[in-house]
């Protein structure tokens, strides 16, 4: 089992930027690769970005490409979002979420663990 909590979530302007945190606990952290999802009001939940075990890969979805980086610290058992130049339309909640696996996955259904949730909402 692994437990995932989420934090760094807030309110920011458009142009901000904002850095969320999500934190593991219960099994090796770096067996895990890791991804961040978010969902909006009304819509699917979806694939940000994407880390593999080591750390030493990553990627983007399109949306975010540029402007968001994921890094994870394997000593803290922690993974990182980094968002800049944030949008409107990149509010959502967003999930941190683990499978046990090298790579990352781009479906939310191959997962095995999911956090709880931050709320990251951008004013224009």
């Known amino acids: 089992q692994v437990q995932l909590v989420e934090s760094g979530g807030g309110l920011v302007q458009a142009g901000g930027s904002l850095r969320v945190s999500c934190a593991a606990s219960g099994r090796t952290f770096s067996r895990y690769a890791m991804g961040w999802f978010r969902q909006a009001p009304g819509k699917d939940r979806d694939f940000v970005a994407g880390?593999?075990?080591?750390?030493?890969?990553?990627n983007y979805a399109d949306s975010v490409k540029g402007r968001f980086t994921i890094s994870r610290d394997n000593a803290k058992n922690t993974v990182y979002l980094q968002m800049n130049s944030l949008k409107p339309e990149d509010t959502a909640v967003y999930y941190c979420?683990?499978?046990?696996?090298?790579?990352?996955?781009?479906?939310?259904?191959?997962?095995?663990?999911w956090g709880q949730g931050t709320q990251v909402t951008v004013s224009s």
């Open positions: 979420a683990a499978r046990e696996s090298y790579y990352w996955a781009y479906d939310r259904r191959d997962y095995d663990y």
């Open positions: 880390i593999n075990r080591s750390g030493s890969t990553t």
